[in-house]
């Protein structure tokens, strides 16, 4: 498995994606890099297959002048047990250990504040199709964030505080997409009421049909989230995310920010994302019976005659914050678009404050009025 970190060929620094240019750009000589010009680059890789450090002091560099810094995690890791819970690479800019659970595919080193990208997690069958970059800026998420929560009256200060919005992490979450294109058929039926006066009497007309639609409907991009660990009102309050902009993955797009493996199979969601095909298939073809007073739909069958999946990793700007009753309250926007969900605390001391002077006031002003009575 392999630590990766993708490096300036101006001044050796790292390299992150920039969503406001969609490029790649170095934070120290401030050089700009399309993706065309960063895959002609290697990457700098540390691997970990070997245990031991290279004798030159843990670092040893090939002939283009890239980074190779030796580390094994199986050495450090004090058990297996210990292993599955947190896994130890080396920081290839500064040797320093890098601690990860499982499923974390692109992080920082504590250190040196460098990104690295692990590439050994996207790898194989767990390596992403597709992938929709950072649009939103920090700076950008950073004032959204304040924005949002300048609104909510009752929010603790110290979830928005200067330390607090410094964790606002840039993180990308894998997502499974489903498409399918299906034949299908539903049977049912309808009727027309018609009232009308002569005279006296009143006329009551009820025209009942016999209703049938069939047809091949086509559903493409339905997600579902890949993360067992993500939080799910997080994982569905981001979306929806404009798919057509989706680009092909590249571990570039990865550094600058935070990212998350998948652990959840494609076969562990299927049944749930074809419940839902279908569910979205009935309504799809529903809609197309009107012009009647009301349908009855008795029968329906829809089967795939086509199904892809793909496996994306999606962008989120998001904050957790621990309250004093021990729940984690989360904050996340769509790193795409800016959508903003979340659950957020209630500071009650502040609450029951406004709501003691409130009802104060109240009392006051019903005794006023009653003085003047």
């Not at 004032?143 to 330390?163: E, G």
């Not at 009102?233 to 680009?247: Q, S």
Request: glycine share 8%.
């Amino acid at each position: 498995m392999a630590v990766i970190s993708f490096k300036c060929p101006n001044c050796d620094g790292e390299l992150i994606f920039d969503p406001s240019t969609q490029k790649y750009k170095c934070e120290y000589c401030m050089s700009l890099f399309s993706q065309a010009e960063l895959e002609a680059m290697k990457p700098a890789a540390a691997s970990d297959k070997s245990g031991t450090p290279d004798q030159s002091g843990g670092e040893k560099k090939d002939a283009s002048g890239m980074r190779d810094a030796a580390g094994s995690a199986s050495d450090r890791a004090g058990s297996e047990a210990a292993q599955e819970e947190a896994v130890i690479y080396t920081c290839p800019s500064c040797g320093a250990e890098i601690i990860t659970d499982q499923t974390t595919a692109a992080t920082f080193c504590y250190y040196c504040h460098n990104p690295v990208v692990i590439g050994g997690r996207l790898s194989g069958e767990l390596l992403p199709n597709r992938v929709i970059p950072f649009e939103v800026t920090r700076q950008d998420a950073e004032k959204k964030f304040l924005d949002y929560v300048s609104t909510k009256r009752f929010v603790p200060r110290a979830f928005f505080d200067k330390k607090q919005i410094e964790r606002l992490s840039g993180v990308y979450f894998p997502y499974w997409l489903y498409d399918v294109e299906l034949e299908g058929r539903m049977d049912g039926t309808a009727r027309n009421i018609r009232v009308w006066r002569t005279g006296d009497v009143e006329y009551t007309e009820t025209k009942h049909y016999a209703i049938r639609r069939e047809g091949d409907i086509s559903l493409k991009n339905l997600p579902e989230n890949a993360l067992r660990k993500a939080n799910a009102k997080l994982a569905a309050g981001v979306l929806p995310y404009d798919f057509h902009r989706m680009k092909e993955f590249h571990m570039g797009y990865l550094s600058g920010f935070l990212a998350e493996c998948r652990d959840i199979r494609q076969t562990e969601v299927a049944a749930k994302m074809q419940s839902e095909m279908r569910e979205s298939a009935q309504k799809l073809m529903r809609d197309t019976v009107t012009g009647f007073n009301s349908v009855t739909m008795q029968r329906s069958d829809f089967r795939p005659k086509r199904e892809g999946w793909s496996y994306v990793l999606l962008p989120v700007w998001t904050i957790t914050y621990r309250g004093r009753n021990g729940k984690v309250y989360y904050y996340s926007m769509n790193g795409q678009n800016g959508r903003v969900c979340g659950e957020l605390p209630v500071d009650r001391k502040k609450l029951a404050l406004t709501s003691g002077l409130a009802g104060l006031l109240a009392l006051m002003l019903g005794l006023i009025g009653g003085f003047f009575i």
